[in-house]
């Protein structure tokens, strides 16, 4: 352990950790602002406003929540950076921010794969296989599971991750063992795999939806074929943006984490690795986007929201800071009595 302490301290000396401690501090703060609005609006839709009951929903309300856990993690990375790179708080809580962050990480992948073959068996499967898609139950009971397993595979590595109270260092650039490199191996392996079932699932889907878009060319709907498509093929695009550069460039991190590798690819590993977090933190910001585009309820609140800032914004420039605009004065009125009152006003005012 002391061993593994002073070569921890050595390689920390050997990383170049201040080039972007101030980009990622804005970065990911500008994640958490923007991202915390649209998880919460999207979380109180799906669990407060009515909406169609089915596993699609029960995926997006875990999605949504596995966001919000990833942000409440944000503020302390944020804290650390602008602190110059030095851990202020409890050396346990640097390893619980860490769990947390990765954990649901990989529960925001998993999950988005699970939406894919949701997605895929809605279309390919039998009538009765998607009877049973539309059992809520199934899908809660597949979401319970994940959250287990990802707990099961994720404390291992905060148990046995050493954290040198001594120092005030987190999210830092350390050496592992095969152990735990064997660990964040099979993850990685467990990623491309999920990777593959979303490509080859969304490829069908597509491949589906402009065959149905081509045939039905003549029909009023065959521009909804396409516009299925393109919701659908975003879920790709944003798991490809967000998780696929880190994953790329993961192998080779661990590489350099358990052979005697030189500071400049060490360095060069950091710097890698701490981008493409940025970049999966993403995922956060983009995954409201989809819930708009895949929930009915969600654009449904979010046009009566943006209808109502709107409509509240000219009431205010119509009548000069007035609560009554002129142009609602000018409408008529729906109740007769006003109606008419409001037309002998007018003849009144016309005589004289």
């Avoid at 995926?59 to 302390?76: G, H, M």
């Avoid at 991750?161 to 999210?171: H, I, P, R, V």
Wanted: hydrophobic share 45%; with cysteine; charged share 20%.
């Amino acid at each position: 352990m002391e061993n593994q302490t002073l070569s921890n301290t050595n390689i920390s000396g050997c990383v170049d950790d201040e080039l972007l401690r101030t980009p990622l501090a804005a970065l990911y703060s500008a994640i958490f602002i923007l991202g915390l609005p649209g998880n919460l609006l999207a979380l109180w839709v799906f669990l407060c406003v009515h909406s169609k009951k089915n596993s699609m929903r029960v995926f997006l309300i875990n999605l949504a929540l596995a966001d919000l856990l990833l942000i409440v993690c944000l503020p302390f990375r944020i804290q650390y950076h602008v602190s110059g790179n030095q851990w202020k708080l409890v050396g346990w809580l640097c390893k619980l921010v860490g769990y947390l962050f990765y954990m649901n990480m990989y529960i925001s992948i998993t999950l988005l794969g699970l939406i894919s073959v949701d997605r895929y068996l809605r279309i390919y499967g039998s009538v009765r296989t998607r009877s049973k898609l539309q059992s809520p139950l199934r899908s809660m009971v597949v979401c319970a599971f994940v959250w287990l397993v990802s707990l099961a595979l994720m404390i291992p590595v905060v148990v046995y991750e050493d954290y040198e109270e001594s120092t005030e260092k987190c999210f830092h650039y350390r050496k592992t063992d095969v152990r735990k490199a064997s660990i964040k191996l099979f993850i990685v392996v467990v990623f491309w795999l999920i990777f593959t079932a979303l490509m080859v699932s969304y490829g069908k889907i597509g491949q589906k939806l402009l065959k149905r878009s081509h045939q039905n060319s003549n029909l009023p709907n065959a521009s909804h074929y396409s516009r299925i498509a393109r919701k659908s093929f975003f879920i790709l695009f944003v798991f490809i943006v967000c998780f696929v550069p880190y994953h790329i460039f993961r192998g080779f991190y661990i590489k350099t984490q358990i052979t005697d590798s030189s500071c400049y690819w060490r360095n060069l590993a950091d710097k890698f690795n701490e981008i493409s977090l940025v970049f999966s933190a993403l995922n956060s910001c983009l995954d409201p986007i989809m819930f708009f585009l895949l929930s009915a309820s969600v654009r449904r609140e979010v046009r009566r929201f943006m209808n109502s800032m709107f409509r509240t914004r000219v009431s205010s420039e119509a009548s000069g800071g007035n609560t009554t605009s002129e142009l609602d004065s000018r409408r008529p009125s729906k109740d007769p009595m006003v109606r008419n009152l409001t037309e002998r006003e007018e003849r009144s005012c016309s005589s004289n």
